[in-house]
């Protein structure tokens, strides 16, 4: 089942398109139903095992964040159902990644798992890359999923790829996190296809146009290759130092004397007046002025509504588009952080903090006693998340991306909770074996 919700989350936009009565989206109903029947094995699985099952040392701060979810439900003037929609978008979906560590108990079949979810990643990068590539062959509804709108810049003819995984944002957020997966994966051993996939999942970032995650995927790139790279030339070194000179003296200078006759040649200005550059970075275009002038009115907003409410927020569902507070006052469309703040107040930033805080833990215990590959690129990507972009998108909480990121947790903590248990049974056994009355 776990397989079926990471193929039913990229094909989703594919999903969509089938017949359905106004304000269903398919897609949704197949990804629910697919969550729900991973909770219900998730359960009957920890019957099975009396209460024996494997449980990510993370599961009682998930709690927390539900109980502080639902207690701050009955807070503030928006509609009951639509408060209930948030909580399932935000909240119950990480019910998928607990679902994931407990029904999923062979080590072997969670990293299945994660592989399938990669090679999904892969094939969408391509897909998106094609989507910028081809805009303007394809049909509309291969350029943008009926549930989203299509971005692109004033004065261009750019169309932002968003792999018909929801707004391009949301994508962008899809693309880092698995970018993180396969150059995790690339510095614990060198291959040809591993260096293939980062390179499309790194192109396929820039065909989104998302300012935060370009500057993510050059850090989380940074983070897991560099040391990877100083790590191979020590190695090398021992084993050659003609080559050894060769990857750390020629190849430096060469680039260089390289960088230096394109600066000669004008080429710097050149890039620097494109619109990756220029316009988006730089600031030129007015669609992009007008996106960072926006984001800085989100701050301002959020920050009058926390001190207006600093514990409890306006209320669950005040900062949407639909919401009876859109109506008479400016909400914040961006910007998860800001959003949880306006929302729920410190409460309920508190709860997703200590969550994030603690699966982060997790990982880094992972990394430290297994040096487990998808637990480095997990911590890389959670770091950039919850660090960077939640406080300036609000991808976070874009279903394809909260999902795909929860049922990774769920796989890969999964090793952690499993990894204790055999040593605490390991443990028992041994003082069982000591506390044994001797035959002689």
């Avoid at 009926?146 to 899809?174: E, H, K």
């Avoid at 983070?223 to 990877?228: G, M």
């Avoid at 248990?421 to 041994?430: F, I, P, Y």
Wanted: net charge positive.
């Amino acid at each position: 089942m776990a397989a079926g919700l990471i193929a039913a989350v990229f094909t989703s936009g594919i999903i969509n398109l089938l017949p359905a009565p106004a304000g269903i989206a398919p897609g949704s109903l197949v990804i629910d139903a697919l969550v729900m029947m991973m909770a219900l094995a998730a359960v009957a699985e920890t019957i099975r095992c009396r209460g024996r099952a494997v449980v990510p040392a993370w599961l009682p701060l998930f709690g927390l964040l539900l109980a502080t979810y639902l207690a701050l439900l009955p807070h503030g003037p928006e509609a009951f159902p639509a408060k209930l929609l948030d909580l399932r978008s935000q909240v119950l979906y990480i019910v998928a990644g607990v679902a994931v560590a407990i029904a999923v108990p062979r080590s072997s079949d969670r990293r299945m798992l994660v592989r399938v979810a990669m090679w999904s990643a892969l094939a969408s990068a391509l897909f998106g890359i094609c989507q910028f590539v081809f805009r303007g062959v394809l049909p509309v509804w291969l350029l943008h999923p009926a549930d989203a709108d299509l971005f692109g810049y004033w004065g261009t003819d750019i169309i932002r790829s968003n792999g018909l995984l929801g707004n391009t944002i949301v994508y962008a957020n899809v693309l880092v996190l698995f970018l993180a997966l396969w150059a995790a994966q690339l510095a614990v051993g060198f291959s040809w296809r591993r260096l293939a996939a980062v390179c499309v999942l790194f192109a396929a970032v820039l065909t989104t146009f998302s300012r935060i995650a370009i500057v993510g995927a050059v850090a989380v790139c940074a983070v897991l290759l560099i040391p990877a790279l100083l790590r191979w030339g020590v190695r090398l070194r021992r084993m050659n130092r003609g080559a050894a000179w060769g990857l750390f003296g020629v190849l430096p200078a060469s680039a260089a004397l390289a960088g230096l006759a394109l600066g000669a040649a004008g080429a710097f200005d050149r890039v620097a007046s494109s619109f990756l550059i220029g316009d988006l970075f730089l600031n030129r275009n007015p669609s992009v002025q007008a996106s960072t002038a926006i984001h800085n009115d989100f701050i301002d907003v959020a920050w009058r509504i926390l001190a207006q409410s600093p514990l409890v927020g306006e209320g669950i569902h005040t900062q949407r588009a639909d919401s009876i507070n859109a109506r008479t006052s400016v909400v914040i469309l961006d910007g998860a952080a800001w959003q949880v703040l306006a929302e729920g107040g410190l409460l309920l930033f508190a709860a997703f903090a200590v969550l994030a805080a603690a699966v982060a833990l997790v990982l880094v215990r992972l990394i430290k006693a297994t040096g487990h590959f998808a637990a480095a690129g997990l911590l890389a990507f959670w770091i950039y998340e919850f660090c960077a972009a939640v406080f300036v998108n609000s991808a976070l909480f874009g279903k394809a991306s909260f999902l795909l990121m929860w049922v990774l947790v769920g796989a890969v903590t999964a090793e952690a909770a499993s990894r204790n248990r055999g040593q605490l049974n390991g443990t028992l056994t041994h003082r069982s074996i000591q506390d044994a009355p001797s035959s002689s």
